[in-house]
C-alpha cells in the first residue's frame, strides 16, 4: 500500500508564545554617546571667541604701549621727574583746525596736562624784533611743519616764559615747562592753541 507524500513539513508558531519569549522581551541597548545639548556646545563657542577676543585687545594694548614708550620717557632733574617727550610724535596726529576738540588728542598725550616736560624743538617767533623773547611757538621743525602745506595748529605749542626774555635760538633748542593741554578758542570760536607751555628754562641743542 502506497501512502501518499505530506508534502515539506510546516512549523507553525504561535504568536503568543512568540510574544512571550525571552529573546523577544530582550530590550535593545543603543551604545551611540548621546549628542551634546545645545547649550553645551553654544557655551564652547563662547569661551572660544572670547578668548581670541582677548588676546586681539591685549595685542593692540601692548603695541600701544610700546609706540607711546617709543616718544616719553620720564628723567629726573634736581629732585624732580620730567617727561622727555618726542615733540614731533606728540604733535603729528589729525585735527580738525575748526571743530576739533580735546577728545580729538591722543589720550596718552592728554594725560601730560599739567605735568613738567622737556621738549627739543625750533622756536618760531616771527614777530619778534629783538635777540630775547617772552612769547614763542616750539614746533618740532619750522621747515616741515611751518613752510610744507598749510600749518596745524597743533604743530605749535605756545610757549610764554616764566622768568622774563629769553635769548632767541636759530636752532634746535631743549625747553623745560609745564605742559598744558586743551583746545583754546577766541572769542570768535578760532582755535588758537592745542598745546602751551610755562617755559623754565630752555638751551641750545
Given at each position: ?56 585687545i591685549g595685542w593692540i594694548g ?17 629732585g624732580v621727574d620730567y617727561y ?107 582755535i588758537t592753541s592745542v598745546y ?10
Amino acid at each position: 500500500m502506497l501512502l501518499s507524500d505530506p508534502g515539506p513539513a510546516r512549523i507553525i508558531i504561535n504568536r503568543t508564545d512568540m510574544e512571550h519569549s525571552p529573546a523577544a522581551n530582550k530590550p535593545v541597548i543603543d551604545y551611540r554617546e548621546p549628542p551634546a545639548p545645545a547649550s553645551s556646545a553654544i557655551t564652547l563657542r563662547m569661551v572660544v571667541f572670547l578668548a581670541v577676543f582677548g588676546l586681539i585687545i591685549g595685542w593692540i594694548g601692548v603695541q600701544s604701549y610700546s609706540a607711546l614708550y617709543q616718544h616719553v620717557e620720564v628723567a629726573s632733574v634736581d629732585g624732580v621727574d620730567y617727561y622727555k617727550v618726542n615733540l614731533k610724535a606728540m604733535s603729528t596726529f589729525p585735527f580738525d583746525q575748526r571743530y576739533g576738540t580735546i577728545d580729538d588728542v591722543p589720550k596718552d598725550y592728554r594725560a601730560l596736562h599739567g605735568k613738567k616736560v622737556i621738549l627739543v624743538g625750533e622756536m618760531w617767533a616771527p614777530q619778534a624784533a629783538s635777540a630775547e623773547v617772552e612769547n614763542f611757538d616750539l614746533v618740532y621743525s619750522i621747515a616741515k611743519c611751518c613752510f610744507s602745506g598749510p600749518p596745524q595748529i597743533q604743530h605749535f605749542i605756545k610757549s610764554t616764559s616764566t622768568k622774563g626774555a629769553l635769548p632767541f635760538y636759530g636752532g634746535p633748542v631743549r625747553v623745560k615747562g609745564q605742559l598744558s593741554v586743551e583746545v583754546v578758542k577766541d572769542r570768535d570760536g578760532k582755535i588758537t592753541s592745542v598745546y602751551s607751555l610755562a617755559v623754565e628754562s630752555l638751551e641750545p641743542v
